[in-house]
């Protein structure tokens, strides 16, 4: 059985590792640190909606990194080095000097790209793990009470998405067992869009049933300690923060 962390262990160990990628500014580096926690996340994979949100940020993250790769190739200020080849120049006003879209496309150009849209990635990729290996719920037992309705507001609106990805899915298998050789995406947006109202008018009447907004007093139900393993965790993170910082 995976013993469990502290809620907020991941989230600050994904902050920390963000900061060492940013400062640090190194790709290989950042590529390994998303290799680790990619395996991190499944080896402590437990089939639950949210543990689906680790392999949507991968999908963001290399969809910013081709936009961000497309974008230093088309538009940007020229870098020389070796030339890979050129692009058609398309004249700009006089008042964006510098600016260039197309011309010489060089090594050193397509490198910084590439470079700048993995660092993004890898930041994307560290928070997405982090609520794919977090409950929201059990987030939401931790929040201070001065901020406990932007927190519940907050999970609310994270936990949406992976309930929308696997409602998509469900929706999807339904009709290729049905026969829908072609599945278009009308096909899925209207039983999506009903099953999410569905699902929002069932949170407001169970949120309404047990109370919430009636008292500011919060009651603690199951309340998370603070364990040696996630002190041992957020050393280890730290370390290797420093570590990447100072470097």
Known sequence: MKKPLHPLTLWICAMLLAVGVVVLDNAYIALAIV?????????????????????LSLRVGAIILAIRTIVGILIGVPIPGTKLFSLPILDLPSWMPGIRIGGAVTLERLSSS????????????????ATSLTSPHKLLRVTPSFIYE??????????????????????????????????????????????SLSRSLQLAAAMDARGYGISRKRSRYRPQPWLMRDNLALLLTTAAAVTMVTR
């Open 35 to 55: 290799g680790a926690v990619a395996l991190l996340v499944y080896i402590r994979r437990d089939g639950s909606p949210w543990q689906r949100s680790f392999l």
């Open 114 to 129: 590439l470079h700048e849209g993995v660092i993004i990635a890898t930041m994307i990729a560290l928070f997405g793990a």
């Open 150 to 195: 932007i927190g519940i507001t907050l999970v609310i609106a994270t936990s949406l998405f992976p309930q929308l990805a696997t409602s998509a899915r469900r929706i999807r298998t339904a009709q290729k067992l049905r026969g829908f050789e072609k599945i278009e995406l009308r096909s899925i947006a209207i039983p999506l869009l009903e099953e």
